[in-house]
């Protein structure tokens, strides 16, 4: 089983399949294969400051969910990077650094955008 959170209203609900679009059970939307969580680690619900950097530009967020592999983030304002960039994720209370890619933006309501980061892997 798979679990999947829909980017719409973020219901958590569970898959046996692995790559399939699929409506969400909760509001419809049509969750995309490429937005499974297909991760394999599992996601911790965190709120923290972390930054962003690239090209000597520098943001603020709060994360929103952590993993392994990535970091889900929410910032009050557009969201600066494009969708694949590769960005330096600092989060001081979890002490990390690491570049990550950005593998999703969203913007959600007229002043906040989400964000999903991938770590690479040195």
């Given at each position: 089983m798979l679990v999947n959170t829909c980017p719409r209203c973020e219901n958590?609900?569970?898959t046996a399949v692995t790559c399939a679009d699929i409506n969400c059970p909760y509001c419809g939307f049509l969750?995309?294969?490429t937005e499974h969580e297909a991760r394999g680690s599992e996601?911790?619900?965190i709120q923290k400051i972390c930054a962003l950097f690239e090209s000597g530009e520098?943001?603020?967020a709060h994360t929103t969910d952590i993993s392994?592999?990535?970091v889900?983030?929410?910032m009050e304002h557009e969201f600066p990077f494009y969708t694949g960039a590769i960005v330096n994720v600092k989060i001081d209370f979890f002490d990390i650094e690491s570049d990550a890619q950005v593998v999703w933006v969203?913007?959600?309501g007229p002043t906040l955008a989400k964000a999903g980061l991938k770590f690479r892997r040195a």
């Open positions: 958590k609900f569970y969750v995309k294969c996601r911790h619900s520098q943001v603020f392994e592999s990535g889900g983030i929410t969203k913007k959600s």
